[in-house]
Structure formats: structure tokens, C-alpha cells
């Protein structure tokens, strides 16, 4: 086992199994449901995604919060003085401060314990983009890579994690600004869904628009067959899908990609409260690695 903590924090949507498994620690991260504050665990102990799906599709207000510079102190230094090193993946600076508010806490925390080691990564992913880089680096961890060497791996693979996913509920995209309400309705009413992916910065793109659910889990299924890097040696690829409370959807994706004889394994989580408070039900994603922006 490496003598080092590997953090990431709640955007990841990591199971309580994979963080488990992986030797892994998970940051909270807070939203607003109703009027009423929560925080996000992977053991959903605070609200369980079920009860959060139902009163989004409900109507309940929704919004997200970063996590603070203090907050980021108040969870590390606890860790600092039980004298572990720490390597954390934060959630992309694309789409929040989060990045930067760790920067400035890890910089105070590294004058007052300059004995240890700390690092934080944009991971310019979120979701299971993000935690597909983790379960990477994790895996790497528990092999034994020292910490400067995952650091390195980190930073040299991120830029290879593929994500790309469909919302069919504009809603949630609507209220968070990522489509002007004209478009959301018309896109409602048509029956398009947007289909998404990250740019070199982290952030949301819309790639193409089509018609329908099954042409845009078809479009996500060709893009991996377009874009995944193989591995014949070991039987196939990994991948991560991941679902807004549809996973109908997921298992349908997965039958499309497995189909491919592409993929090994396919990893199905679901999307947390912090993205889906944006992304809303209905939204289906695959990661993988591979050759990424090719339409940016």
C-alpha cells in the first residue's frame, strides 16, 4: 500500500462500493434542495438520489455551492497531522471555482506543514469523466506508483478521458443558463436532445442535436467506436456510463457498447445530486479513454 491519501470530492459520483474498494476519500459537496441545505456523500446519508430525482422532477428548486478555501482546510488538515501526504482530483475548473479555492487552501496548508506533501489536479473532468480518472489513478495507487509518479500519470491522462453524454430533460439546462429557454422548449417539443462533451478546458460543449433517444445512444456508441483507444492485449476496454435516474437508459447504452466487442467491462453508475441539480433526469453519458476534441 502507498503512504499517501488519494481525495477527490463528491462531483466524481463514485458509489460507496467503488470508494470502498479503491481506497479512496470523497469530499462532500453541498446543494441546496427547497430551500433546505444538504451535502452529497457517496452513501447518499443525507438524501438519497431516488428522493433528490423525484422532487427535481417535482419541480423542487435546486442549486450547488463550491467548496470554500475553508472548507477545503477544515477537511485536509485533520489528515495533514495524522502525517499523511495528499494527492487530490478536484472537479473541473471548466465549470466552478472549485479548483482555484483548493489552490489557495493548499497553499496556506503546505507553509504551515512544509513537511508534507500536497497536490491538487484539475481534472478537467466531472462526473463519471472524473471518476473514471480516479478509478485510473487508484488502481495505479494501490500498485504501488509512488506519489510523484501518479501525479505525472494524472496530468499526462486526463486529457485522453472521452465524455460524452445526452440529456433528454432541457429543464435543469434551462435553468442553469446552458440553453436559452426558446431552445429548451422548442427542444421539449421536437423531441431533440443535445448531445455533449468537454472541451480543452474543462467546460460543456453541445457537439450535434439529434432526434430522438435511440439516435442519441447510437451517436454515443459511435463515438467510442470512433474515438476509444483499443486494447486487444488485455480483452477489451473499460468504460463508465453513467444516468440521471434512467437507468433504462444506461442498460441500453451498455447493450449498444458491449455490442461493439470493443469493451471488457462497462461500469454503470448514477449521477449525483451536484450534477444532476444541472444535467436533470434523463441524462446518459459514456466515458472512455481515448482521442479526445477531435470536433473542438
Same mark, same amino acid.
Given at each position: 500500500?502507498? &503512504?499517501? %491519501?488519494?481525495?477527490?470530492?463528491?462531483? @466524481?459520483? %463514485?458509489? /460507496?462500493?467503488?470508494?470502498?474498494?479503491? &481506497?479512496?476519500?470523497? $469530499? #462532500?459537496?453541498?446543494?441546496?434542495?427547497?430551500?433546505?441545505?444538504?451535502? /452529497?456523500?457517496?452513501?447518499? +446519508?443525507?438524501? !438519497?438520489?431516488?428522493?433528490?430525482?423525484?422532487?427535481?422532477?417535482?419541480?423542487?428548486?435546486?442549486?450547488?455551492?463550491?467548496?470554500?478555501?475553508?472548507?477545503?482546510?477544515?477537511?485536509?488538515? #485533520?489528515?495533514?497531522?495524522?502525517?499523511?501526504?495528499?494527492?487530490?482530483?478536484?472537479?473541473?475548473?471548466?465549470?466552478?471555482?472549485?479548483?482555484?479555492?483548493?489552490?489557495? @487552501?493548499?497553499?496556506?496548508?503546505?507553509?504551515?506543514? #512544509?513537511?508534507?506533501?500536497?497536490?491538487?489536479?484539475?481534472?478537467?473532468?466531472?462526473?463519471?469523466?472524473? @471518476?473514471?480518472?480516479?478509478?485510473?489513478?487508484? +488502481?495505479? !495507487?494501490?500498485?504501488?506508483?509512488?506519489? *510523484?509518479?501518479?501525479? &505525472?500519470?494524472? *496530468?499526462? =491522462?486526463? !486529457?485522453?478521458?472521452?465524455?460524452?453524454?445526452?440529456?433528454?430533460?432541457?429543464?435543469?439546462?434551462?435553468?442553469?443558463? +446552458?440553453?436559452? #429557454?426558446? @431552445?429548451?422548449?422548442?427542444?421539449?417539443?421536437?423531441?431533440? =436532445?443535445?448531445?455533449?462533451?468537454?472541451? !480543452?478546458?474543462?467546460?460543456?460543449?453541445? =457537439?450535434?442535436?439529434?432526434?430522438?433517444?435511440?439516435?442519441?445512444?447510437?451517436? %454515443?456508441?459511435?463515438?467510442?467506436?470512433?474515438?476509444?483507444?483499443?486494447?486487444?492485449?488485455?480483452?477489451?476496454?473499460?468504460?463508465? =456510463?453513467?444516468?440521471?435516474?434512467?437507468?433504462?437508459?444506461?442498460?441500453?447504452?451498455? *447493450? %449498444?457498447?458491449?455490442?461493439?466487442?470493443?469493451?471488457?467491462?462497462?461500469?454503470?453508475?448514477?449521477?449525483?445530486?451536484? $450534477?444532476?441539480?444541472?444535467?436533470?433526469?434523463?441524462?446518459?453519458?459514456?466515458?472512455?479513454?481515448?482521442?479526445?476534441?477531435?470536433?473542438?
Amino acid at each position: 500500500m502507498s &503512504d499517501y %491519501l488519494l481525495v477527490t470530492d463528491a462531483t @466524481a459520483d %463514485l458509489s /460507496q462500493e467503488l470508494v470502498d474498494e479503491l &481506497d479512496v476519500k470523497v $469530499i #462532500p459537496m453541498h446543494f441546496s434542495f427547497g430551500g433546505k441545505e444538504y451535502a /452529497q456523500y457517496p452513501d447518499e +446519508r443525507d438524501m !438519497r438520489l431516488d428522493d433528490f430525482y423525484d422532487g427535481l422532477n417535482g419541480g423542487v428548486d435546486v442549486s450547488t455551492s463550491q467548496i470554500t478555501p475553508q472548507m477545503y482546510k477544515d477537511y485536509f488538515e #485533520p489528515l495533514l497531522k495524522e502525517g499523511n501526504d495528499i494527492l487530490y482530483i478536484c472537479f473541473t475548473s471548466g465549470l466552478s471555482g472549485t479548483f482555484g479555492n483548493s489552490v489557495i @487552501a493548499f497553499d496556506e496548508l503546505k507553509e504551515k506543514y #512544509p513537511e508534507r506533501k500536497l497536490v491538487t489536479i484539475d481534472s478537467l473532468c466531472a462526473s463519471i469523466g472524473e @471518476a473514471h480518472l480516479v478509478c485510473l489513478a487508484a +488502481r495505479k !495507487r494501490l500498485g504501488g506508483m509512488g506519489f *510523484e509518479e501518479l501525479a &505525472d500519470y494524472i *496530468e499526462n =491522462i486526463k !486529457r485522453n478521458v472521452c465524455h460524452w453524454f445526452m440529456v433528454k430533460d432541457l429543464n435543469q439546462l434551462k435553468k442553469g443558463g +446552458r440553453i436559452n #429557454p426558446l @431552445a429548451a422548449a422548442l427542444g421539449t417539443t421536437l423531441g431533440i =436532445i443535445p448531445v455533449i462533451s468537454t472541451d !480543452r478546458d474543462g467546460a460543456l460543449t453541445v =457537439i450535434t442535436k439529434v432526434h430522438g433517444l435511440k439516435k442519441a445512444l447510437a451517436y %454515443l456508441t459511435d463515438r467510442l467506436k470512433n474515438d476509444a483507444f483499443t486494447d486487444n492485449d488485455n480483452g477489451g476496454i473499460s468504460v463508465f =456510463i453513467a444516468h440521471g435516474h434512467c437507468i433504462e437508459y444506461a442498460q441500453q447504452l451498455k *447493450e %449498444l457498447i458491449m455490442a461493439t466487442g470493443l469493451v471488457k467491462e462497462a461500469t454503470i453508475l448514477q449521477v449525483g445530486t451536484v $450534477i444532476g441539480s444541472h444535467v436533470g433526469s434523463g441524462m446518459c453519458a459514456v466515458t472512455f479513454i481515448g482521442e479526445n476534441y477531435k470536433d473542438l
